[in-house]
């Protein structure tokens, strides 16, 4: 097993950079390797992505997202990896991004890519693209602004937004591989965004009680 973190410091204001990063989609447009993100369910995306020379086909699960701080994932089947990306006020108009992943290699060669640290450079130049990527635009593409209780919050009355203001990056408790199990449950985010969600559209479908348009399958 191998642990990745790295942070980028993005000039836009935290809640710019965390919407951009719900939409998942827009992932091949800054992340090496990756082919598609497509939303498939409510919290499930498929993903296309050449992993260490190897052509990947997998799904992911968002197990926690909360606004403006913090997007967790794991994949559901192999290659298993497991991560949260957090999001950090540093002033204004500057948002901190960090990611931490938990990536299991599979076979010689992505054990190999591994030991060449190729995992490790291909997330820190995933994050500086996507800082270029947001910055050049000056703001997102599109957002989602709904929330995933982690399971440390299911059941325990957890009404959405923590305590004080979001935004501050404040993240509730947990982290990777939270129940010591992998990749079991735990609070981790995916890499990837979700299709903006038209909640002014006519007849756009809308949860009872929650405020957010449900995420469409595509």
């Known amino acids: 097993m191998s642990t990745i973190e790295h942070s980028v410091d993005v000039r836009v204001p935290v809640r710019v950079a965390y919407n951009q990063w719900t939409q998942f989609e827009s992932f091949p447009e800054f992340m090496e390797g990756v082919e598609s993100v497509k939303q498939i369910g409510d919290t499930r995306t498929a993903w296309v992505a050449e992993i260490a020379g190897v052509k990947r086909e997998f799904e992911a699960e968002i197990t ?3 606004p403006d701080e913090r997007v967790a994932w794991r994949s559901l089947e192999k290659p298993h990896h497991a991560g949260v990306v957090t999001f950090h006020h540093i002033d204004g108009e500057t948002t901190r991004v960090t990611l931490q992943m938990d990536y299991d290699p599979e076979g010689f060669i992505e054990t190999a890519g591994d030991w060449l640290q190729l995992v490790r450079l291909r997330v820190r130049n995933d994050l500086e693209r996507f800082k270029t990527f947001i910055e050049s635009r000056g703001g997102e593409t599109g957002a989602w602004r709904g929330d995933v209780p982690g399971p440390h919050q299911r059941g325990s009355g957890y009404s959405g937004d923590p305590a004080g203001d979001p935004g501050t990056g404040t993240v ?3 982290t990777i591989g939270g129940t010591g199990e992998f990749p079991g449950e735990g609070t981790l985010p995916p890499p990837g965004p979700a299709p903006t969600r038209p909640s002014d ?15 469409p399958v595509l």
């Open 64 to 66: 926690e997202q909360h």
């Open 201 to 215: 559209a006519p007849g756009y479908p809308q949860t009872p009680g929650s405020g957010e348009p449900p995420r």
């Open 172 to 174: 509730p408790p947990g």
